[in-house]
C-alpha cells in the first residue's frame, strides 16, 4: 500500500493533502514577494523623483505619493499573508 519509507503507514490521501497544504502557503509566500518586489520599486521610483527632480512642484508631489504607495503596497502584504498564514496554519491543525 505504501512503498514510501519515509512515512510509514501513512496513507497516501494523508500525504496528499499534507503537500497541497505545502504548495499553499508555499505559493502565499511567493505571493508576499511579489508584494513587497512591487512596494520596493515603487517606493524606488518615488525616490529617484525625489532626488532628480525635487526642484519640480508636481514630481515632487508625485515621488511622495509613489513612496506613500509603496509603503502601503506593502503594509497590504504583510496583512495578506499574514491572514492566509493564520488560515493554512489553521486548517492544518484541523486535519
Same mark, same amino acid.
Given at each position: 500500500?505504501? &512503498? &514510501?519509507?519515509? @512515512? %510509514?503507514? =501513512? %496513507? $497516501?490521501? *494523508? =500525504?496528499?493533502?499534507? #503537500? *497541497?497544504?505545502?504548495?499553499?502557503?508555499?505559493?502565499? $509566500? /511567493?505571493? @508576499?514577494?511579489?508584494?513587497?518586489?512591487?512596494?520596493?520599486?515603487?517606493?524606488?521610483?518615488? +525616490?529617484? #523623483?525625489?532626488?532628480?527632480?525635487?526642484?519640480?512642484?508636481?514630481?515632487?508631489?508625485?515621488?511622495?505619493?509613489?513612496?506613500? @504607495?509603496? !509603503? +502601503?503596497?506593502?503594509? #497590504?502584504?504583510?496583512? =495578506?499573508?499574514? =491572514?492566509?498564514?493564520?488560515? !493554512?496554519?489553521?486548517?492544518?491543525? /484541523?486535519?
Amino acid at each position: 500500500m505504501n &512503498d &514510501d519509507p519515509s @512515512l %510509514p503507514g =501513512r %496513507p $497516501e490521501s *494523508a =500525504r496528499r493533502d499534507d #503537500l *497541497a497544504v505545502m504548495r499553499t502557503d508555499l505559493a502565499n $509566500e /511567493r505571493t @508576499l514577494l511579489a508584494y513587497l518586489r512591487t512596494s520596493l520599486m515603487s517606493a524606488g521610483s518615488g +525616490v529617484t #523623483l525625489l532626488k532628480f527632480f525635487a526642484d519640480i512642484s508636481w514630481a515632487n508631489s508625485l515621488g511622495w505619493a509613489f513612496v506613500l @504607495l509603496g !509603503i +502601503v503596497i506593502s503594509l #497590504l502584504g504583510v496583512s =495578506r499573508f499574514l =491572514r492566509l498564514k493564520h488560515k !493554512i496554519s489553521s486548517s492544518r491543525a /484541523r486535519n
